[in-house]
């Protein structure tokens, strides 16, 4: 259901555009004033604003202003009367979506939404291209020594991992060798599970795809972290969604992707809270689109920073790579899907996974020098 905000001085107006913006399936919030619309605007951040241009204090022109200010990518429909030509010329000129007089025929309205829809789409499409650009820029080097680090890096690690183990059986009867030993066999796992992140990220670890019920893997996640959750005063809730098709992923990255995830969770919940995780198959979404949302009652994360979780070597911890929110959005653009992060810094974050079999799958530069094509 797509969220729609409604500014009208007019009482009588909202309620009978609420009645049918309502039945065409928005969540429709209401305001009596531009004050109020761009108050309500900030806390809910609709994609779309429906907002007459005539209106006592705040006129539409200047909600319009703002609201582009704010966010430049939510389309703005302007209500004229049939004599304000001049304003719903300079209101196209300020980027509304699009202009309908009053009185407002449903027609007229419904094409403009469709537009405005439209336009919506076609910019999460630019800015998720435009995103995974951005980060393939930073990650060029990486794609540059890529083919070298399998060689020149993972097979030293095995080595020396083979040897600390031989090392530390035989230096059992010897408490601080073996203590020594064992620190060298944590260290080159933790280096190799690095390596392998990188090659996962730059292409070279093939997916390898078997149908599965989501529902399924999640409660197998979840299962493996149920002491854990416990321990930390963490409860959980499930709402699986029925009748979701099984879907063709590879079961072990796609898992990886939830762990992180779940840790991710657990991490910010130090005091204990509440773990949430939907499913839900969208039939109405084209093509159709299995979500998954997990979220948590946590720290939250800060605004200047929730744009930044995706970047490579990004991190809040003290500890890892900054690799593991990176590799598992990679996981799931593999996947024909997106992943996005909502968050308030006290109220706790949300991870949405869409999955979308038929989706076509965004582009990303696997190597310098490699074009994308859309």
Do not use: W
């Amino acid at each position: 259901m797509s969220k729609l905000l409604l500014i009208d001085d007019e009482e009588p107006v909202r309620k009978v555009l609420g009645l049918y913006l309502r039945s065409k399936g928005y969540e429709v919030i209401t305001a009596a004033d531009g004050k109020e619309g761009i108050e309500l605007f900030q806390q809910e951040s609709p994609p779309i604003v429906l907002t007459d241009v005539k209106m006592p204090g705040m006129d539409g022109i200047e909600v319009l202003k703002r609201i582009k200010q704010i966010s430049p990518e939510t389309e703005v429909i302007v209500i004229t009367g049939h004599g304000d030509m001049d304003l719903s010329i300079k209101a196209l000129q300020l980027d509304a979506s699009d202009f309908i007089t009053k009185p407002v025929a449903n027609e007229a309205l419904s094409v403009a939404l469709k537009r405005a829809e439209e336009r919506t789409e076609t910019g999460r499409v630019l800015k998720a291209s435009h995103e995974y650009l951005r980060q393939a820029e930073k990650l060029i080097a990486i794609g540059e020594i890529s083919d070298k680090v399998a060689h020149e890096i993972r097979n030293p690690l095995m080595v020396i991992g083979g040897f600390a183990k031989r090392l530390r059986k035989k230096a059992s009867l010897r408490l601080g060798e073996e203590k020594y030993a064992g620190i060298i066999a944590n260290e080159v796992t933790r280096l190799e599970s690095f390596m392998n992140d990188i090659l996962l990220y730059s292409g070279q670890i093939p997916l390898e795809r078997k149908e599965l019920n989501i529902n399924k893997l999640i409660s197998e996640v979840l299962l493996l972290f149920d002491k854990e959750l416990t321990q930390r005063g963490i409860s959980v809730s499930t709402s699986f969604g029925e009748s979701i098709p099984l879907i063709r992923v590879d079961r072990k990255k796609l898992g990886e992707v939830f762990i992180n995830i779940i840790i991710n969770a657990m991490h910010s919940m130090e005091k204990g809270g509440n773990l949430t995780v939907q499913t839900e198959y969208i039939k109405e979404k084209i093509p159709n689109t299995t979500r998954i949302a997990i979220s948590d009652t946590g720290k939250g994360i800060a605004s200047d920073l929730l744009d930044k979780v995706f970047d490579p070597f990004f991190t809040t911890k003290t500890v890892g790579s900054g690799l593991g929110l990176t590799v598992a959005r990679e996981i799931i653009r593999r996947h024909n899907g997106t992943m996005a992060v909502q968050s308030k810094i006290g109220k706790g974050t949300t991870v949405i996974v869409e999955l979308c079999p038929e989706c076509r799958v965004l582009p990303h530069v696997e190597k310098a020098g490699t074009s994308v094509k859309l």
